[in-house]
Every structure is written in structure tokens, then in C-alpha cells.
């Protein structure tokens, strides 16, 4: 039986709204709401059980197989740099270079370099001490100074791999992590000074009734040297960049220069950065690694299981085949990245969480692909940018990084919607309109 695309829109809209539903108002983990999408599209188009059950985990071991190593990775060089002081030692170099009056400019860029490898949530938490130690030496406005850090740590979380929400759209669509990160960068950058902007505009009006409530956390112990606190973050980004460059042209490098091929692979990227960031602290104890590893391992199990639930969802999609109804009916071209931005932002606001946003949006749009007109290489890179700048917008109540963010830096609740919430929109519509222009370019 083929179903007309009305049928597949309101079953695809019913099981959207699923999914938002149950995780904002039910409260129940992304992982079981997705599931629970995923068979109510799938018994929805009339799929036999077995087959529902095959195609999903079809779709869940091939997300994984493509990020699992990655994800696992990552986190654990996000986990080991916060613990050896890294990621303070480069918050300290850039705060003591940029000085007093540039102060909330050097939180900005330090949750960009500290975002590189580690979530938005743990890098705001791991440099709040910083931050507070920072608004009573320069007298800065807390508002204007906690929202700088926590957009320079997001523009970085929602755009560019290792970061889960864009590693997974980037592995559905089939986009290159190391020009994800290269063209990636040059979007989060402008994003990043939006925020910041934005940030000492309303920042600076808005009370710091609970700043005196605040402890200043400060740093324990003593961190690494900056070049070793640098190394893990910039080696892996290298040996991605370099092996996107050396294999863009579609023909493989002959000679010596074939060699580095396979070390800008982000497995193996990732993991000498694990290695390095482990040269951060003098000696460990058998006890306190093996602990640290575990911990990662454990984060980023419960971070998989969401993105491969999310996979199985694209899978169910793909086998309504909405993608094709799509290109038959409607005439997609002409909304070209705005389409995926626009999804992506929609999905966002609703539901809260960036990551289940994005992954949510790429299954949605990989098959319409070629109605859209992105179905190349450079098409690909740029639907992922726009899915990213989407899953910027709105961060609002139902966001867990919102309430980190307030919880951590002592702001109320009417100055997070109108610094940070606002900031996230003039994020999101800096970054898509870079997007834009990219296209015109590439």
C-alpha cells in the first residue's frame, strides 16, 4: 500500500510532537521518546513488527558504527583536560594577555578554545570559578561576563565535531569531520562575537542581585604549561584539517605525504589527543586514571545511546519514503538551506536540547536532499552548518544548559531570557546568514 504525502506529513508531525511531548512535559528520556517515534511512524505506515524492529536497529548500529569510537574519544579528552587544570591554564593565559578592559572578549574566546573539545555544560561549570574571580577583580557586569563564556562555549557545541549533535549530522548526511571543522569554524567565529556583543549590551543594565550569594569557586592544584595544555585541543584539529585538505581533490596523495593520511582520521586524531592530554599531569595514580576513564566511558554511553536512537529514527523515515513524495510534490529548491535551518530551529525551541534537535532534523532531511538542492559535497557541508546555526535557537527554560548556566553564574530568571536567550537568536541568525554567504562562495 503506498501512503499520499498527507498521510506520511500529519504521521511524521504526530511523531515529532511525540518526541517533544514526552521529553518536555513527561520528562522522559530522549532515548525512549525517539523509540517511541520511531514505532508509532513505523506501525503508522503499516511496516510488520519484525520488520519495524530490524529497521531499527539497522539504523541504530550504523550511527554507532560511524560515532561510537568518536564520541567515546572525544569525551574522554574533554574529561582528562578539565581535570588536569588544562583547560583553566589557557582561560588564565588569554585573560592575563587580553587584560581588564577586554575581559569579557577573553571569556568569549576561552569557552571557543575550551568548547573545542569539551560539551558547553561542563566547560561553563569547569571555568565559572574563573569567570567569578574575573567579575570581582574588573567589577565587570556578571550578566555580561557569564554570557560571553557560555556563548563562546555554544557557538563551538552546536556546530563543530567532536561535539555529538553535529559529529551525528555530519555522519548521517555524509559530510568530511575535518572540513566540518575548517568552514565550521568560520561560522562559529562571527557567532561567537554576536553572543559576546549581545552579552555586554543587555548585560551591562542587568542586576547581579545574586553575584553576592555566589562563592568564587577559584582552581585547585596547579595546571600544565600552556604548550601542553594546548596540544590536545590543536593536534587533533591539525591532523583532521590536514588530511581534508591533502584528500579534498578526491585523488589520494602518493608518497610520504600518504603517510599522515591515516593520522587525520578523528578516531585516531581524538586518541592522540587522549595521549597528550594524559602528558598534562606529572603522575597518576592507577586508581584515580582508571576512575577518569570510566567516568568518560559512562558520559558518553548515555550520549551514544541518544544519537543511535536518533538514527534509528532516519531510518524509519527513510522507509516511508517521505524524501521522494517530498521531490514529487513540492518544490523544495528554492528553500534551499533555509529549509534544514528552519527545521532544525523549530525542533530546537520545542524540545530544548540541541543534540536530539539536530540529530531529529538530519534524518528528516537527508532524504530530501536532492529536493533541496544540496545533494553534493558542498551542499552536504552546508546543510549541516544550517542544521547547526538551528539548534542554536531558542535556548530558553526547557534548555538544561539555560538552567546550568543561571544555576552556576547566580543570574535570575529574567536575565537569562533576556541576555542569554536573546543572544542565542542573534546567534543563530548571525550563523545562518554566514551559512548564506557560503553558499554563494563555495
Not at 506501525?43 to 529497521?55: D, H, L, N, R
Not at 596540544?231 to 585538505?245: D, E, N, T, Y
Request: hydrophobic letters at 50%; one cysteine or more; charged letters at 10%.
Amino acid at each position: 500500500m503506498t501512503n499520499s504525502l498527507t498521510y506520511l506529513l500529519i504521521l511524521l508531525l504526530t511523531g515529532i510532537t511525540a518526541i517533544v511531548v514526552l521529553t518536555t512535559r513527561f520528562k522522559v528520556p530522549a532515548f525512549f521518546s525517539l523509540f517511541a517515534a520511531c514505532l508509532l511512524v513505523g506501525f503508522g505506515i503499516k511496516m510488520p513488527a519484525g520488520e519495524v524492529v530490524t529497521t531499527i536497529k539497522d539504523g541504530f548500529g550504523n550511527i554507532l558504527k560511524s560515532l561510537g569510537l568518536i564520541i567515546v574519544f572525544g569525551n574522554t579528552l574533554g574529561v582528562l583536560l578539565e581535570y588536569t587544570g588544562s583547560t583553566t591554564t589557557m582561560a588564565s593565559f588569554l585573560l592575563k594577555r587580553m587584560g581588564n578592559r577586554y575581559a569579557s572578549w577573553a571569556m568569549s574566546i576561552t569557552g571557543f578554545i575550551v568548547g573545542l573539545p569539551v560539551f558547553c555544560d561542563s566547560g561553563f561549570m569547569v571555568l565559572n570559578g574563573l569567570n567569578h574571580s574575573m567579575v570581582k577583580r574588573t567589577g565587570a557586569s556578571l550578566a555580561a561576563m557569564s554570557v560571553s563564556l557560555a556563548t563562546g562555549l555554544y557557538a563551538i557545541h552546536c556546530l563543530i565535531p567532536p561535539h555529538p549533535g553535529a559529529s551525528a549530522a555530519a555522519a548521517t548526511i555524509g559530510v568530511d569531520f575535518g572540513r566540518l571543522i575548517l568552514i565550521g569554524s568560520l561560522v562559529a567565529i562571527p557567532a561567537m562575537v554576536a553572543g559576546n556583543l549581545w552579552a555586554n549590551y543587555a548585560g551591562r543594565k542587568a542586576p547581579d542581585a545574586l553575584a553576592d550569594d555566589i562563592l568564587d569557586e577559584g582552581t585547585t592544584g596547579t595546571g600544565p604549561s600552556l604548550f601542553k595544555a594546548c596540544l590536545p585541543v590543536f593536534v587533533p584539529i591539525a591532523l583532521m584539517a590536514v588530511r581534508s585538505v591533502l584528500t579534498g581533490g578526491g585523488r589520494l596523495p602518493q608518497g610520504w605525504v600518504s603517510f599522515i593520511i591515516p593520522f587525520g582520521d578523528p578516531v585516531i586524531a581524538l586518541l592522540i589527543g587522549v595521549l597528550l592530554a594524559l602528558n598534562c599531569k606529572r603522575s597518576w595514580k592507577r586508581t584515580e586514571l582508571s576512575r577518569l576513564l570510566q567516568e568518560s566511558v559512562e558520559k558518553a554511553g548515555g550520549v551514544l545511546m541518544i544519537i543511535g536512537m536518533g538514527g534509528a529514527f532516519g531510518a524509519i523515515l527513510a522507509a516511508t519514503k517521505i524524501g521522494q513524495h517530498f521531490g514529487e510534490s513540492m518544490d523544495l529548491a528554492g528553500m534551499g538551506i533555509f529549509f534544514p535551518f528552519l527545521l532544525t530551529s523549530v525542533l530546537k525551541t520545542a524540545q530544548g536540547s540541541s543534540t536530539v534537535a539536530i540529530i531529529t532534523a538530519s534524518s528528516l532531511v537527508l532524504p530530501l536532499l536532492p529536493a533541496l538542492g544540496l545533494n553534493d559535497e558542498h551542499g552536504k557541508l552546508l546543510c549541516v552548518l544550517a542544521m547547526g546555526a538551528g539548534s542554536m535557537m531558542i535556548s530558553h527554560a526547557n534548555d538544561g544548559y539555560f538552567w546550568a548556566i543561571g544555576k552556576f553564574a547566580g543570574l535570575e530568571m529574567k536575565t537569562m531570557l533576556r541576555v542569554y536567550s536573546v543572544a542565542t537568536i542573534i546567534m543563530g541568525l548571525t550563523s545562518i546568514t554566514c551559512v548564506y554567504i557560503l553558499s554563494k562562495i563555495l
